[in-house]
């Protein structure tokens, strides 16, 4: 009797290829999200490299439209040691990679009064760097306050809920 060979399929997380790389958690907790938008970015390789060890900063950074193009200012990626001579500068101005009609839907928005574009996620899909983009309003300090009790309460009632089962 032949045995049968057992097939293991791929996780996700197991591919190099594809993994999440850091979140910009300030930004749901400052912003109310309205929309979001996956970008490709502009990159050199020491900077992709660096990404890959999870040595970069999106709590500072920002999304910009300047002369038709967006723009990610403020991201921090750190040097990679082995580059040596030819490493990047850490926090330059990087060009982010969108389809015109996306970005012309995008910029309308972002135009209006109190809209501000934020990167949400820096993740690897198909071995190539993405950013997710999101279209935000800036948050009152009772806005935060609200959510933050909301979400309290709702974990409350879940909790409860589970006692009485």
Known sequence: MAGKKSKKK???DDDPNSKHVCTNRKARHEYDIVDELEC???????EVKSIRN?????????????????WLVGA?????????LMNHEPKRTRK??????????????AEQQGFTLVPLDVYFAKGRVKVRIGLAKGRNLYDKRQKL???????????????HQ
């Open 76 to 84: 921090n990626i750190n040097e990679y040691p082995q580059a040596n």
């Open 149 to 163: 009790k909301g979400t309290t309460d709702r974990k409350e009632i879940r909790q409860a809920m589970l006692k």
């Open 96 to 109: 982010l990679l969108v389809h015109k009609r996306e970005l012309h839907k995008f910029a309308e928005s």
């Open 54 to 70: 999870a040595k970069i900063s999106i709590e500072e950074a920002y999304g910009r439209v300047r002369d038709g193009e967006l």
């Open 10 to 12: 791929k996780k996700q």
């Open 40 to 46: 490709g970015i502009a990159l050199l390789g020491s």
